[in-house]
Nanobody, 124 residues
């Protein structure tokens, strides 16, 4: 049974930083793509960043490029999202996500497994 357990959300002022973590249990780490999504109230869930766990290739949405960094610790089966220069519009529920086959994980249709979500709130 696959479980994605997230931590690290919270409240921060604009310009601040936060780091999210996602530890994967029962998932074939280093095989497929994992990523982070976010959903603000009244908005659709959107892909933020993705990484191929096997070779470390990354993808970023334009809205976060240059401010967010996705990384991993393969020894711990753990995914990270370092968020810097945060803006109020980054406020959302952030979800860790994992794919069950080959290919990028860019939208919700690509996702097989979801974490429980962790809230990020950025105040101006």
């Amino acid at each position: 049974q696959v479980q994605l357990v997230e931590s690290g959300g919270g409240s921060v002022q604009a310009g601040g930083s936060l780091r999210l973590s996602c530890q994967a249990f029962g998932y074939p780490y280093r095989h497929y793509c994992m990523g982070w999504f976010r959903q603000a109230p009244g908005e659709e869930r959107e892909g933020v960043a993705a990484i191929y766990t096997g070779d470390g290739r990354t993808y970023y949405a334009d809205s976060v490029k240059g401010r967010f960094t996705i990384s991993q610790d393969t020894a711990k089966n753990t995914l990270y999202l370092q968020m810097s220069s945060l803006k109020p519009e980054d406020s959302a529920l952030y979800y860790c996500a994992a794919r069950a086959g080959y290919g990028w994980i860019l939208n919700s249709d690509d996702v097989k497994y979801w974490g429980q979500g962790t809230q990020v709130t950025v105040s101006s």
